[in-house]
C-alpha cells in the first residue's frame, strides 16, 4: 500500500444535534490603537535625593462596549495606570497612563459568555503590544524599559465581578 493509501485514522469531531461539528468562539482583531497616552517623568522635574530605588505599582480597568449595528463588532478597552515611587518614601519617580483599545468580531458567543469572553480573551490578545508600549515610553522617558509581567485576566475579571457584587449588596443594606 502507498503511503497515500493509508486508511483514515482520525477521530471525527463530536457533532450537534443536527450533525454538524459546534461551532468554535471566534475573537478576531479587526485593529488596535492607542486612544490616550500620557508619561510624566517626575524625577527630571522635581529630582530625588539619595538613592532611587523603583517601586512600581500598575493599575488596570477594562471595558467593551458594542460597535456598529451588525452585533458582531466590539471595542475592548484597557487603561493602564503605571506608577513608579522610590521605595520608602512618597517620591514618585514616574507615572504614565496608557489607554489602549482593539477593535474584535466575535461569532459563535453566545449572550451569557459575551461578556467575560470579551473582556478576558480581548485583553490577551492586545497585551503583547501593550507590553510593548509599556516599554518604549519608560525607556525613550530616561528610565529602563519596564517589561510588565504577565497578567491574569481570568483572575481580573472575576476580581472585578466581586467588586461589582460587593458594592451592589452595600447598596441594597442602605437604608433609604
Known amino acids: ?44 522635574s522635581k529630582g530625588v535625593s539619595g538613592e532611587v530605588k523603583p517601586d512600581v505599582s ?12 451588525d452585533g458582531t463588532q466590539y471595542e475592548v478597552i484597557g487603561k493602564f495606570t503605571i506608577t513608579s515611587k522610590n521605595k520608602g518614601s512618597e517620591d514618585v519617580l514616574f507615572m504614565m497612563e496608557l489607554e489602549y483599545a482593539g477593535i474584535f468580531q466575535a461569532q459563535n458567543v453566545n449572550d451569557e459568555q459575551l461578556h467575560p469572553f470579551l473582556l478576558i480573551e480581548g485583553p490577551r490578545l492586545m497585551f503583547p503590544y501593550i507590553r510593548r508600549i509599556v516599554s518604549d515610553i ?3 522617558g530616561g528610565f529602563p524599559a519596564l517589561n510588565l509581567e504577565p497578567i491574569d485576566f481570568v483572575a481580573l ?20
Open 1 to 44: 500500500m502507498a503511503e497515500n493509501d493509508a486508511p483514515d485514522t482520525q477521530t471525527a469531531p463530536e457533532t450537534g444535534s443536527n450533525g454538524a461539528a459546534p461551532a468554535q468562539p471566534v475573537l478576531r482583531p479587526l485593529g488596535q490603537f492607542i486612544r490616550d497616552l500620557s508619561f510624566e517623568n517626575i524625577l527630571a
Open 58 to 69: 500598575v493599575q488596570v480597568k477594562l471595558d467593551a462596549k458594542k460597535r456598529g449595528d
Open 138 to 140: 519608560t525607556r525613550d
Open 157 to 176: 475579571y472575576r476580581q472585578g465581578i466581586a467588586q461589582r457584587q460587593a458594592m451592589q449588596q452595600a447598596a441594597e443594606q442602605k437604608p433609604s
